[in-house]
């Protein structure tokens, strides 16, 4: 079994629709992120927690929400999904302690298309 | 304005040679350097690091080389396999950043050629 689990792996929907996605992990780290990535561009940081009572914004929040539901487990959501929020979503984890050294882990992604 | 720039989309490479991937970064602030590996429809795996107190690091057939006066890395495989056929990502990180302040380039598709 993964990890770090992403759910669902695949979507497609209409814009103006709520969506969110979900992703857990059996690593008991504390530390949580999502990334977006798009052709070009890498992967980048929409949002961060470091433990269910921490949630940062990364660079690109606009747009959307989270929720730390516990420990394992962090969502994603789109509270009126847009075209431009076509991407592919990856969820990641890291440990807490010597944190900037400690490497990440990924799901395997969630591709996402907004029509 | 992107902080970590892998200018080479693509590269393709014959079994048994050379891989050399390249990375530049812009922010001096940054001090510690991580690649990651990605298959398709997978996410990205760690491969290897580095902290900016040394120049290079390796493990296997992988190193990397930091070169910080001119701010720029690179990824050595040696030698190439089919299965190194992936895209690779180099991320940069400041110490402090605990993180979340890793920036990601854009990625390099690597081509093995049997």
Redesign the interface.
């Known amino acids: 079994d993964a990890d770090v689990t992403q759910t669902p792996r695949n979507r497609i929907t209409k814009t103006g629709k709520r969506i969110m996605l979900e992703c857990s992990q059996t690593k008991g780290h504390d530390r949580m992120y999502w990334y977006r990535q798009d052709p070009g561009l890498g992967l980048r940081l929409i949002y961060y927690s470091f433990d269910v009572k921490d949630i940062n914004k990364g660079e690109i929040s606009d747009g959307y929400s989270v929720s730390r539901q516990a420990q394992a487990k962090f969502s994603l959501s789109l509270e009126s999904a847009i075209p431009n929020q076509t991407a592919l979503y990856f969820c990641a984890t890291s440990e807490g302690t010597g944190a900037a050294n400690q490497p990440q882990h990924f799901g395997d992604g969630t591709r996402l298309s907004i029509l | 304005d992107?902080q970590?720039k892998?200018n080479s989309?693509s590269l393709s490479v014959q079994e048994g040679r050379i891989s050399i991937l390249n990375c530049d970064y812009t922010n001096s602030m940054f001090d510690?350097f991580?690649w990651?590996k990605k298959y398709p429809?997978?996410?990205?795996?760690?491969l290897i690091?580095i902290?900016s107190i040394k120049d290079k690091n390796e493990d296997g057939r992988f190193t990397v080389f930091l070169n910080k006066s001119a701010k720029h890395l690179s990824l050595h495989i040696v030698p190439s396999q089919p299965g190194d056929s992936a895209v690779y990502?180099c991320a940069a990180?400041?110490?402090?950043?605990?993180?979340?302040?890793?920036?990601?380039?854009?990625?390099t598709r690597l081509f093995v050629k049997a």
């Open positions: 992107q970590v892998q989309p510690y991580l990651y429809a997978e996410g990205p795996t760690f690091s902290s990502f990180t400041p110490l402090a950043g605990g993180g979340f302040k890793t920036i990601f380039g854009a990625g």
